[in-house]
């Protein structure tokens, strides 16, 4: 009698599983979330170390193409503040998206709440963001945490200049900052970034703000700053951007819209953006297409006077048309081969290297260095396939460029990475 009693004491207080097992189920785990929250109902243990895992990421979007979304997500701001409330499990949250479209005033003070406890954030994406969220971020605790920040204005907006800079000052340990959108700042002036960042990027930027980000790194250089990704809008007027305060060992990522039209367009807008950027490499980035050698044909005789090298990045997952598309038009390659030759032979173009990589950051989105780009995110419903014979492609069209052993094809990286 007394052996069972102890037996069954051993029982109820030794763990059946070792919490080496389970933390290896519990990482195998971490991207599925349905089987996390099903894991965390078997026991306190499972639910104890898989906690952390399921509030790591949080979306407060609504999906697209449903109609009651504005309302669901509401309910979706509100459980979250009231778990916030009574709960510990702002510990555990470390990326965070939010969406200010159409909220109303209620809606924003459960916003401002929710970023006031969350002590641990180190990611935070916001679509549609307002000046008046800028101050809050500015006074919350994620400035001592967070480390990316991910800016989304799907329409030209307007901005207070000093509300976002003193935001950005705020974040001391911010490493990668990314805005897409076409914001308009209330007052001209330098814009002075983080020192601790690492990576910045600006897609559909207007290429005055680019001005007042040139302006700021000429009287605060970034030490830290290895990578900077451009992807500016079209111009109204000649602008001049200085670029002084950029390191020569800065990694510039260009990216580069292989359209049907607009590559004269494109072309100016390149020369206008990197007019002035005193680095020995540059490398584009782009999709799939049927005009990509057009677009760089017109884009090469308009690189900077220092640029000795170039890298031409090329994303694996295209649109299923532009794919099948992108052999044809030989006059184009031929022309592209040229204005390559050309260079080189001025002694002004010492390497060209072709890559096809996919981007390691596509688990999340919208917490991409790329933003909301779209780069390695095709729209839903569009018909995509993942194909690097671009690289044949490009061995065959250009073979003028290949025989002078300065073309360079590489076939060995799968994934874009860029510096830090």
Request: glycine share 4%.
């Amino acid at each position: 009698m007394a052996l069972r009693r102890s037996e069954r004491i051993f029982k109820r207080n030794h763990r059946r599983v070792p919490n080496e097992i389970s933390s290896i189920i519990i990482e195998n785990l971490a991207d599925n979330l349905p089987s996390l929250r099903n894991l965390a109902l078997v026991c306190k243990d499972f639910a104890a170390m898989a906690r952390p895992q399921i509030f790591r990421e949080i979306d407060l979007e609504p999906e697209e193409r449903v109609a009651d979304a504005p309302v669901r997500t509401f309910s979706l701001v509100h459980r979250l503040g009231s778990l916030l409330e009574s709960s510990a499990i702002n510990q555990f949250i470390r990326r965070l998206h939010l969406s200010l479209k159409g909220t109303p005033s209620d809606e924003f003070e459960v916003v401002v709440r929710i970023l006031h406890h969350l002590t641990a954030l180190t990611s935070l994406s916001i679509h549609g963001p307002e000046s008046g969220l800028f101050q809050e971020i500015e006074t919350s605790p994620v400035g001592g945490t967070l480390k990316q920040l991910h800016l989304y204005s799907p329409l030209p907006c307007r901005w207070d200049f000093v509300s976002f800079k003193r935001m950005l000052l705020s974040l001391s340990r911010l490493e990668v900052l990314a805005v897409c959108g076409a914001p308009k700042f209330s007052e001209p002036g330098a814009l002075l970034l983080p020192g601790s960042l690492k990576i910045a990027s600006f897609a559909c930027i207007p290429l005055d703000v680019l001005c007042a980000i040139g302006a700021g790194l000429e009287i605060a250089p970034l030490p830290s700053l290895r990578t900077l990704i451009l992807d500016p809008l079209a111009i109204k007027q000649e602008v001049y951007i200085i670029w002084n305060g950029l390191r020569s060992d800065t990694q510039i990522i260009y990216k580069v819209h292989a359209f049907h039209s607009g590559s004269q367009r494109q072309a100016k807008i390149f020369a206008f953006a990197t007019r002035g950027v005193a680095v020995p490499t540059l490398t584009f980035i782009c999709h799939q297409s049927p005009w990509l050698a057009h677009s760089f044909f017109r884009i090469i005789p308009r690189l900077p006077s220092t640029v000795r090298e170039i890298c031409i990045n090329i994303v694996p997952t295209s649109q299923r048309n532009y794919a099948l598309g992108r052999a044809v038009r030989p006059k184009q390659w031929t022309q592209f081969d040229s204005v390559l030759v050309k260079r080189h032979e001025r002694g002004l173009l010492k390497r060209v290297c072709f890559r096809c990589t996919k981007c390691k950051d596509t688990d999340s989105p919208k917490h991409s260095i790329f933003s909301y780009s779209s780069l390695y995110h095709l729209p839903p419903g569009i018909s995509s396939l993942e194909n690097r014979t671009i690289l044949d492609v490009i061995e065959e069209k250009l073979p003028r460029s290949r025989s002078m052993g300065f073309l360079e094809v590489d076939r060995d990286t799968v994934f874009f990475e860029p510096t830090m």
